[in-house]
């Protein structure tokens, strides 16, 4: 499980989870344009469907996209092999569908969570797990000024950033602090994020 970038790299990388969302995802892809960042979302299959054109735009602006499963259950790490198979084979066929593109091979388990059998089926899907190095607490209710705070802190070499642009199908939040956060820590941050990627040998980096 990678969760921070290889030894000597200098660049971080900002990634979002439980995406895409119609009203946010939009916000922080012109904050990101605005910057000249680039960043890795990692997708809810059930919302890409609903928002296609979406995962479209956030593949023509330079970013990278990853699995975050297909529902985003909690219950996601006790299920039986069969079903995180299920689930995630569901989600990348979703992705394929929307992007016309190859599946991507970046995952991140919901709620970073994992166990013997999840890795069983992501290895023999060909997946490279990602979690994080740091995290902006962005979903609990802080203001804008305490998350953008933990990113400009968090924005180091090797690093590797989780915000939210979304929330799970069975958890709505808002992520208007996501949003305002981003626009308060991006012109200070020490370079631009780049994005995420496999290196073809199992491990990540910058792209």
């Not at 209710?141 to 990113?151: D, E, K, L, N, P």
């Not at 180091?156 to 808002?174: K, M, N, Q, Y």
Request: charge should be positive; include cysteine.
């Amino acid at each position: 499980v990678h969760w921070r970038l290889p030894a000597g790299e200098t660049g971080y990388a900002l990634t979002f989870d439980d995406g895409p969302h119609p009203e946010h995802t939009p916000a922080v892809l012109d904050l990101l344009a605005a910057h000249g960042a680039r960043a890795t979302f990692f997708v809810i299959g059930a919302h890409v469907r609903q928002h296609a054109a979406l995962v479209r735009r956030i593949r023509a602006e330079g970013h990278a996209l990853g699995l975050h499963s297909d529902g985003h259950s909690r219950w996601f790490n006790c299920w039986p092999t069969r079903l995180v198979r299920a689930d995630l084979e569901r989600c990348r066929q979703t992705l394929a569908d929307a992007t016309g593109e190859a599946p991507p091979r970046l995952f991140r388990p919901p709620v970073g969570l994992k166990n013997p059998l999840v890795a069983e089926v992501v290895r023999d899907l060909g997946l490279v797990p990602v979690t994080w190095s740091a995290r902006a607490w962005d979903t609990g209710g802080a203001s804008a000024q305490r998350i953008a705070g933990r990113v400009r802190r968090a924005a180091r070499p090797r690093a590797i950033v989780l915000l939210h642009d979304g929330h799970e199908p069975a958890h709505v939040g808002s992520r208007a602090a996501t949003v305002a956060a981003l626009a308060l820590a991006l012109p200070h941050l020490p370079s631009a994020s780049r994005a995420l990627e496999s290196d073809g040998a199992g491990g990540v980096r910058l792209a």
